[in-house]
């Protein structure tokens, strides 16, 4: 079954630099948007970054900048480059993707079917 497993999560102090990695094992779609998400404790889930396979990027306001989503497709793997981190970046964030027929909002979480399970970022001060 499709499983998508995210790793590079940590803490890190402000102004500093993550890279979150998003693997998708036994995804056998030849295309895919896909996207990456985050969810702080008493707030809803937030779009973050999304891609698809023509690597069209869409990002929220709050990170323009400062956050890059890129995908090798030879890995099968997903990848969020964040730098100037804030302590309002701290959230756990999820890596989502949908197959061939998907068609946004990109930032939009009922847009995506498959979710990985999160790995938490703690930006301090």
């Known amino acids: 079954q499709v499983q998508l497993v995210e790793s590079g999560g940590g803490s890190v102090q402000s102004g500093g630099s993550l890279r979150l990695s998003c693997e998708f094992r036994g995804w056998t779609y030849t295309s895919a948007c896909m996207g990456w998400f985050r969810q702080a404790p008493g707030k809803e889930r937030e779009g973050v970054a999304s891609t698809d396979s023509d690597v069209t990027t869409t990002y929220a306001d709050s990170v323009k900048g400062r956050f890059t989503i890129s995908q090798d497709n030879a890995k099968n793997t997903l990848y969020l480059q964040m730098n100037s981190l804030k302590p309002e970046d701290t959230a756990m964030y999820y890596c989502?993707?949908?197959?061939?027929?998907?068609?946004?909002?990109?930032?939009?979480?009922?847009?995506?079917?498959?979710w990985g399970q999160g790995t938490q970022v703690t930006v301090s001060s």
């Open positions: 989502a993707a949908e197959g061939p027929n998907c068609s946004g909002p990109w930032l939009n979480h009922r847009a995506y079917a498959y």
